[in-house]
């Protein structure tokens, strides 16, 4: 269960923008505290130049969970993994927001904007925000991941 207290950090591109001010707006209005890195708009933009921002916070901050958003989820995922300290998982159902949390720890959901309704994204995000982590077996497994070399 995610403290409210705890600033979410959310990105996106225009393909995730509309899904990430109705997923915002819920989100205030359930108490929650959040930073919007951007895109403020429909306006065709980048998607590393929104999602770097969020993802180096959560990698610097590693007890914060972040939200990321692009058209097809894939480009925002691809980007946040660069970082070693995150696990961003790519999410189209809700058992998959809940089992990325359970057995991954993942510290960033990433949505598919432009291939899911706008309240399949918010249950996910909520489920999302309310699943713990339920190490035993899994942690080494999440322990192993940034093993490279
Ligand atoms: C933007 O048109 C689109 O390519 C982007 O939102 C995302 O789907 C990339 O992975």
Redesign the pocket.
Known sequence: MTDKNKIIIIG?????FEMKEFIKENLINNGYKIKDIGTHSTE?VD?PDFIHPVAKAINDNKNELGII????????Q?TANKYNNVRAALCWTEEQAKLCRMHNNANIISI???FIDLELGLKMVKIFLTTDFEGGRHIQRVNKISQIS
């Open positions: 996106s591109d225009h393909g995730g065709s998607y958003f692009c058209g097809s989820g894939n480009g925002a691809m598919p904007g432009r």
